[in-house]
């Protein structure tokens, strides 16, 4: 079993900064992906960033250039840091493990573990 916990979470102005950080309990390395995903209100969950085992990332068009995803393997722990930041960024933002090696990087129903999410709310 793996829990998976996010933090990192706040408000800030439109063109601030932010770092989300998610601690796994639990061997993730057999996953393909270890990615971040987020919700708005009324809207559907959607991937923003993932990041395979070797290290190589994937991201949203939306959040190219803007986001950067990582991992410290030994902490068992990612991180999403978020620069220039918009208003259309805030959301719920969720970690999960899972991913497929072939289909889409983004497929919600392909992670198999989540995180209870973690508010960004960003302000113009």
């Known amino acids: 079993q793996v829990q998976m916990t996010e933090s990192g979470g706040g408000s800030v102005q439109a063109g601030g900064s932010l770092r989300l950080s998610c601690v796994a309990s639990?061997?993730?390395?057999?996953?393909?992906?270890l990615a971040w995903f987020r919700q708005a209100p009324g809207k559907e969950r959607e991937g923003v960033a993932g990041?395979?085992?070797?290290?190589?990332?994937v991201y949203d068009d939306s959040v190219k250039g803007r986001f950067q995803i990582s991992q410290d393997k030994a902490k068992n722990e990612f991180y999403l840091q978020m620069n220039s930041l918009k208003p259309e960024d805030t959301a719920m933002y969720f970690c999960?493990?899972?991913?497929?090696?072939?289909?889409?990087?983004?497929?919600?129903?392909?992670?198999?573990?989540w995180g209870q999410g973690t508010q960004v709310t960003v302000s113009s």
């Open positions: 639990g061997y993730t390395y057999n996953y393909n992906f």
């Open positions: 990041i395979r085992t070797d290290g190589s990332a």
């Open positions: 999960a493990a899972g991913g497929s090696a072939m289909g889409w990087v983004f497929a919600p129903y392909d992670y198999i573990y």
